[in-house]
């Protein structure tokens, strides 16, 4: 299993991860097949809790009955969480935008004792990179309050043991996932180098590529062309062994803050139509990060509370993992769909924006 004890000394931004030996590295990560993304959180009753008094023995809470409570008193939440998880598009950012309030907010978690966390889908962007963006929007963040599924797929690879392979990487994506493999010393292809490469087709043509590629991850690139797709396709298809690996499947992505942009859902599903292989998901809602996260700084998972603007990952991430959950609606999520009879996924609360924090 991909336990938090995996990645402990994974987040040194200039030094390789130091990851130990475990029974079964990958069974969790396995879990969560692209078919496991779409599958909605167990419906499970929970005691309500009163301020002034217990509830009656038979009392279910708002997600337990199918209903979604909105914030209005912080304290009904700040009260019973000791460590809060941000995800960052649509929660923090959009785009190159800070979202109104964040900072005084984050300022005032800290000064109450909380444990701030941030952990994002997006992978265009190293541990390293992220701090560079939180700093120039004026947020001070530590670089150990990161967690990036550029981070998630290079410690993956290093507890699967992928570099003793002797193989090499085949990387659609961009520079984060390169960063994260330069750190840990794994050989990589593709990426950016890749990018505007074109294909002639003619007759008897072959595309070339390298057997020796025992993996092809798949991030955000907004780069991605149709050699990127075929050389995929070849190394998965045709290389003994090789692994699809997927930082995210995230359908759109906060490119901007005018509108919603196509996410990493497009990419995984283009490689995924063309091998007919799941791949294995190492961001949200895959456990590898939140167990890092409780085995590492000892956190009771009943007093950590995810905040993401997605239902399927961000939600679905705290409720598999035994976590709080709060949705936001300054990102990719309404109201209405929220509230829908089709949505089964529940938060404990949403809110407009974390700004309802205080």
Known sequence: ???????????????????????????????????????????????????SSAAPADAVSFKAAGLCKKLEVPSDLLDKTDVFIFDCDGVIWKGDSLIEGVPDVLDALRKMGKTV???TNNSTKSRKGYLGKFLGLGLSVEAEEIFSSSFAAAAYLEQTKFKESGKKVYIIGEVGIEEELDLIGVPWIGGGSDAGKKIELKSGYALPYDKDVGAVIVGFDREINYHKIQYAQLCINENPGCEFIATNLDAVTHLTDAQEWAGNGAMT??????????????????PLMIDYIVEKYGCDRSRICMVGDRLDTDILFGQDNGLQSVLTLSGVTTEAKLLSDENKIKPDWYVDSIAQFL
């Open 1 to 51: 299993m991909l336990r938090a004890a995996a990645l402990t000394g994974c987040l040194a931004l200039t030094s390789a991860y130091s990851l130990p030996t475990l029974a079964s590295p990958v069974s969790q990560a396995l879990r969560y097949r692209a078919g496991a993304v779409g599958r909605q959180g167990t419906n499970v009753a929970h005691v309500s809790m009163m301020a």
């Open 117 to 119: 966390f941030f952990v």
């Open 269 to 286: 599903g283009a490689i995924k139509g063309c091998t007919g292989r799941e791949p294995t998901l190492v961001g949200k809602p895959s």
